[in-house]
């Protein structure tokens, strides 16, 4: 089975992977066109999911890995991991993250070989990475280290975003999270209505709730506007490679998993060894 052995690229060190990644790359990739579209072609599944933050792409990738078979690699869990081991990178990660500095490039594409390794080890075949490649430089590295089969690029309607942001809260007890906005987005410009449910407390929590510091209306429009500009390049990245799956979510988890599956070509009623293909 192809897919196991492709998990991992043989490749050279991954330091001198990220001296070569200048703004030649791009042009030296060919591109392939995904038949993401025909059940009957062999599916893989080394997927990347992008989205801005809130709109719930770990909720949906973990789901979907769940379903398909494959792990969901977050990056902010492989850096907790490490942090938690005793692995080579731990001592130099405590220190960067206690300085309140970002994890280099280099340290996460470390961290993201050895999982894709052990990975291979173990038979895995496929993945869906969530939260990487945030950057443009990070997405020419990537290609160098895995194939990618497919990128789902989840989208949500701006204020429909702010207000799901806004509607976060915390139990400050049981650390647990809910949502008390309730969405009723009308059509307007050409855009779906979008109606979305609270996630209440339970009766327990109710009294304890507590609203993040950086969840204000102007520092949730400022995330979204960095991420865009970080994004964008990422996007048209994968989009000339012919591998975007763009998916505009139409409401909240009840209404647009089956739309996520159908637009994947993925059957619900598939067990995970059929959907393996
Ligand atoms: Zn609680």
């Known amino acids: 089975m192809a897919a196991i052995t492709r998990l991992l690229k043989p490749s050279s060190p991954i ?18 066109r995904p038949n993401f579209s025909d059940p009957k072609a062999s599916r893989n599944f080394q997927w990347v999911f992008l989205g801005c933050p809130g709109v719930g792409k770990g909720t949906y990738a973990s789901r979907l890995s769940n379903f398909l078979g494959v792990p969901h690699i977050a990056t902010g869990d492989l850096v907790r991991a490490e942090l938690s081991s005793s692995g080579p990178l731990s001592t130099q990660l405590a220190e960067i993250v206690n300085q309140g500095k970002l994890v280099s490039d280099e340290i996460i594409f470390n961290l993201l070989s050895k999982r894709l390794e052990a990975g291979e080890k173990k038979g895995e075949s ?38 799901k942001c806004l509607g976060r809260r915390t139990c400050s007890k049981c650390g647990k999270g809910f949502n008390v906005a309730t969405i009723n987005a009308k059509a307007e410009d050409g855009r779906p209505a979008i109606s979305m449910a609270p996630l209440l407390p339970p009766s327990q929590c109710a009294d304890k709730l507590i609203i993040r510091a950086d969840d204000t209306e102007e520092v949730v429009k400022a995330r979204l506007n960095v991420y865009q500009e970080t994004s964008k390049p990422v996007e048209d990245f994968y989009r000339d490679q012919g591998k ?8 909240g988890i009840r209404a647009s998993w089956p739309k996520l599956l159908e637009a994947l070509n993925i059957d619900e009623s598939e067990d995970k060894r059929s959907a393996l293909g």
Request: proline letters at 5%; zero cysteines.
């Open 244 to 251: 975007l799956l763009e998916f505009d979510l139409p409401g």
């Open 126 to 163: 496929g993945f869906i990475l969530d939260g990487f490649p945030r950057t443009i430089r990070q997405a020419e590295i990537l290609d160098e280290v895995t194939e990618i089969d497919l990128v789902v690029n989840l989208k949500l309607r701006e204020d429909v975003l702010v207000e």
């Open 15 to 32: 330091s001198s992977l990220l001296k070569r990644s200048g703004s030649t790359m791009v042009s030296e990739i060919e591109s392939p």
